[in-house]
Nanobody, 116 residues
Framework: QVLLVESGGGLVRPGGSLKLSCAAS?????????MAWYRQSPGKQRELVAG???????NYADPVKGRFTITRDNTKKTVDLQMNSLKPEDTAVYYC?????????WGQGTQVTVSS
């Protein structure tokens, strides 16, 4: 129905930048309401990083405020996460999430490693 595929993860040095992208496909991909990026580090619960609705209102977790920016293109059906001033504690698997009514869709995740 809806497939989410993340890209852009990789290895980056502290202070560096990385841009993650999430592409939605499927019959109802254009109907997705809230979109979000989550992340999960080993031994930790998955946590919300940033969210954005169809009106492009955004919210960010405190640790990433001022450093990360979430955007979406409803025509292209993509949601991006620009990550700047990366820190080692940002290291995690990042997941894209989309919502359609009560339904939720998750990508497979992309690894982001911040290390010198």
């Amino acid at each position: 129905q809806v497939l989410l595929v993340e890209s852009g993860g990789g290895l980056v040095r502290p202070g560096g930048s990385l841009k993650l992208s999430c592409a939605a496909s499927g019959l109802n991909a254009f109907r997705l309401s809230n979109m979000a990026w989550y992340r999960q580090s080993p031994g930790k619960q998955r946590e919300l990083v940033a969210g954005i609705d169809r009106g492009r209102s955004t919210n960010y977790a405190d640790p990433v405020k001022g450093r990360f920016t979430i955007t979406r293109d409803n025509t292209k059906k993509t949601v991006d996460l620009q990550m700047n001033s990366l820190k080692p504690e940002d290291t995690a698997v990042y997941y894209c999430k989309g919502a359609l009514g009560s339904a939720e869709f998750w990508g497979q995740g992309t690894q982001v490693t911040v290390s010198s």
